[in-house]
């Protein structure tokens, strides 16, 4: 299968899990996107051009004002990438020029496009490019690796934001079912929400059933 054909079809997958809210230009330049969008047609031509190999100040460039004025450049940038870094250290000089390229684009949405631009940099710390990314951390202050390690902790990681979700203050003795809190904890034991059952809410004595609330957010 031709190079051509293996960009295309990694462009397409990259495209379909762009997000639709990357669809507005950072930069308002209708030449400059309307050789982006011929370039996602032949994402190859980034790196070949009609008089061979292009150099990587060439490659930054275009990465930089294609991505900036049509947003939709970017995944098509990434297929690229991600396939020279699975060819190893020796395309590591174009890979360093698609992250300083991205780190460029990502300066200019920064102040037009702000979602777009952190799109670029959580986007690039998914390639696994350390070369992409530590150019682009050089150019922005921000590391794009560290983006995506947070976004996964912020999905189901244990201690994460909000303070221990254990108790540490307080101890109870055998006959008891009390337990103690400190601030930032949760409850080890979080199915036993409720101090009686809710049958006894209706019970003949009449008697009010209290139903304390330790830290459950249903009540």
């Known amino acids: 299968m031709s190079s051509k054909l293996i960009f295309s079809a990694i462009f397409c997958a ?4 762009l997000s639709e809210g990357a669809l507005a230009a950072c930069v308002n330049d209708s030449d400059t996107a309307q050789k982006a969008a011929a370039f996602t047609t032949n994402p190859s031509s980034l790196l070949e051009g009609p008089n061979g190999t ?6 930054a460039a275009d990465v930089q004002t294609f991505v900036a004025s049509y947003s939709q450049a970017l ?63 050089a ?7 560290r983006s995506v390690a947070l976004s996964g ?8 934001v909000g303070g221990q979700t254990s108790a540490t203050g ?8 009390f ?5 930032n904890s949760v409850s080890n034991n979080p199915t036993n929400y409720f101090s009686s059952s809710v049958g006894g809410a209706s019970s003949a004595s009449g008697t009010t059933t209290a139903i304390v609330c330790t830290v459950s957010g249903s009540c």
Request: proline letters at 2%; glycine letters at 12%; a negative charge.
């Open 14 to 17: 990259f495209a379909f899990s």
């Open 54 to 59: 292009r150099s990587s100040d060439e490659v």
């Open 75 to 137: 995944p098509a940038v990434l297929a690229i990438l991600k396939d020279l870094t699975n060819k190893g250290d020796s395309t590591s000089a174009l890979q360093k020029a698609i992250g300083t390229g991205l780190g460029k684009a990502a300066n200019v949405c920064r102040t037009t496009d702000l979602t777009f631009s952190l799109e670029i940099q959580s986007d690039l710390g998914a390639t696994g490019s350390a070369d992409a990314n530590a150019q682009y951390a």
């Open 139 to 145: 150019l922005t202050g921000n590391d794009p690796t």
């Open 153 to 160: 902790a912020t999905t189901g990681s244990s201690g994460g």
């Open 170 to 177: 307080g101890t109870s003795d055998s006959g008891s079912s």
């Open 179 to 183: 337990q103690s809190f400190v601030a």
